[in-house]
């Protein structure tokens, strides 16, 4: 062979050596960005896959949610929300259910790794869920997969974006930046106590319920408020009883006073909020519709005031 036959073939040899290494690297990233994919559920709120090991997303209401995360190979059940966990219905399905809460300010350093070796050592896949699936779950699946070294930082901040996380939660949105691939030996070294139920002050409790109660009620203002009258009654009566039963009980606890008059707010609203609907019943008029909204936006205000400057920092 000559001299530039030799070089040709050489040349030739190379080329499909890099070929082959770019199509590998193109490949591992085209993997990396498919392992985000979002699950179209009517039981999973929000589902989304971060990572063939990890699925994110809201609270399973009912045992048809835990049948159907069986149906999708999860095995355990992590909950990043305040609300006690359904354990029964997904012991029922053969589910291990794990609680670790953590708010909305961010995830501490050791609830981070709590999470990150329940992931780990646990059966899996996990689905980890808070209520909507929006903001703390997709956070703490993020930060998880990061600190594992299952996805990079890149494809944890996509996961919030995919999620919806409201970028105004800096917390968590710092903990997924902050995120760093955590030593195995720093979770080996972890002694936990896996519970199904942590305990959680009564507020986390009652706020979750409130949240769920003003969810419920925006879904009857969007279909104009006629509906059933007796089941927005009766969400109303138990958003003003909430008010009135944590303003009771953290004045008790001598709580700040800017809290105590959020509260105070928000049952006079929701007071108000009932008297108007008692009064109308139906049919209703556009004016009272349009009296309902008003009163349902002053509500809206009071929640989120109330949580930018105490949910949220707590």
């Not at 909950?79 to 589910?95: F, H, R, T």
């Amino acid at each position: 062979m000559s001299g530039a036959s030799r070089g040709l073939a050489s040349w030739v040899a190379w080329a499909s050596i890099l070929v082959g290494m770019y199509a590998g690297i193109l490949s591992a990233q085209e993997a990396s960005v498919g392992a985000l994919r979002r699950w179209d559920s009517k039981l999973l709120p929000n589902a989304i896959w971060v990572h063939p090991s990890v699925m994110s997303g809201g609270l399973p209401a009912g045992k048809p949610a835990f049948e159907e995360l069986v149906q999708l190979g999860i095995k355990t059940v992590i909950s990043v929300d305040g609300i006690k966990p359904d354990v029964q219905n997904a012991e029922a399905v053969g589910l291990r259910y794990v609680h670790l809460p953590h708010g909305y300010d961010g995830i501490s350093e050791n609830r981070l790794l709590q999470i990150a070796k329940a992931v780990r050592d646990l059966p899996g896949p996990a689905y980890i869920h808070c209520h909507h699936g929006r903001h703390r779950s997709p956070a703490a699946a993020a930060a998880v997969c990061i600190s594992l070294g299952r996805i990079d930082r890149s494809l944890g901040l996509e996961t919030l974006r995919v999620a919806g996380t409201n970028p105004g939660f800096r917390g968590l949105v710092q903990t997924v930046e902050r995120a760093s691939l955590v030593p195995s030996t720093r979770l080996d070294e972890l002694q936990i106590d896996w519970v199904a139920v942590s305990e959680v002050p009564p507020i986390v409790d009652a706020m979750v319920e409130m949240d769920s109660i003003f969810d419920r009620l925006k879904e009857h203002q969007k279909r104009e408020w006629p509906g059933s009258l007796a089941e927005t009654a009766a969400d109303v009566l138990m958003l003003k009883e909430h008010y009135m039963e944590l303003h009771r009980s953290e004045s008790e606890k001598k709580q700040d006073p800017g809290f105590l008059e959020l509260l105070e707010q928000g049952r006079m609203l929701s007071e108000h909020l009932e008297a108007k609907l008692s009064h109308d019943r139906v049919p209703f008029s556009p004016d009272g519709s349009a009296h309902l909204d008003s009163i349902m936006k002053l509500l809206s205000n009071n929640c989120s005031q109330c949580h930018r400057q105490y949910r949220d920092n707590r």
